[in-house]
């Protein structure tokens, strides 16, 4: 018989500190609160960070895929492959510009979209591929590439869970035409909401500035010497999409955690492999030589044969011992707005809904204490062996 646990392990709690309120407060009292200075210097000390020539901050990943999608001219009825185990925001922003997101199932090893899945998937129509590093974990990256170029394929690499993730010892967020980050509450770095599109591309880098803020020309007012600053020109009808000086300047302190924040996190996955791998009902998820992930998500799966309970029951063993945990994601084509539109069902994809089946997310966060980590290791430990078979 458990006992309630009273102490309760968050699923999440922001790594946010006095240094992050200062920031702020000092934004604050300038006055200048909207995208300036800040926003800038954050842009210029995240292209450093990542080793890229642009970074272009934007208010969140899913606006950095649209404006990607609109870079590369992405037009209506155009195909983009999109793994089916992904947060609707991947394949949502291809909607938002009359694409149809092609669902690609996955590899189970890392969850990732997959190779082979993808090239069965291509058709005339297809443009482009965005592949996600589910939980920081880069995806298949020379196999994917390999792909689209052999199909003239566009790629946008949706990083919303990769800092910092490397791939072959280059640094995700180098290696695409445009790379999406995500600066959400729960992500690595946090801004509250925000985003960050890196490029090496000088063209990209021109269009994407103009079109976060209206396809206002913000520097035209210096090619007319008689115009004051107030002059600008609307070049396109663009969107509102800019980050703001309050958001950069936490983003500019969490940058400068960045590195500290992941070693928090690598010791804490460290600690659950090590107590998890020797379980026989327990599927810890896999390290791989040739790629460094973030540890955004630790994503650990039940070997369902082995035990008397689902994985909702799992969830609810771990609850009553104060454990807090989650599912990433609920695959897309079980979702009734990917059913009604594009006819997708249930049984489409089998490993995406294999995966979904016996996966969660446990809690993984720098301001965990040894205690905590020692908490959710048992309440692990337990739930599995209180329901062995
Ligand atoms: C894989 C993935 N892509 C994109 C997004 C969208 O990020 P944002 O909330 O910054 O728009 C998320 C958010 O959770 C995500 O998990």
Redesign the pocket.
Known sequence: MITRVETKVPFHRAALGEEEARAVAEVVRSGWLTMGAKTFAFEREFAGYIGCRHAIAVS????A?HLSLEAIGLKPGDEVLVPAT??T??AEAVTYLGGRPVLVDITPRTLNLDPEDAERKISPRTRAMIP?H?AGQPCDLAELYELAARHQLRVIE?A??ALPSAYRGARIGTLAELT?F???AT?PLTTG???MITTDDDRHAERLRVMRLHGIEQDAWKRYSGEGSWYYEVLEAGYKYNLTDLQAALGIVQLGKCDCLYEARRQIAKRYTEAFQEAPALEVPAVLADRQTSWHLYVLRLHLDRLAIDRNQFLAELAERGVGASVH?IPLHLQPFYQRRFGYHAGDFPRAEREYRRCLSLPIYPTMSDEEVEQVIFAVLDAAQAAAR
């Open positions: 969140s990943c899913t606006a895929l992904t947060f925001a991947t996600v589910f949706d919303a869970h999406a995500s600066f959400y992500k909401e925000g985003g994601f």
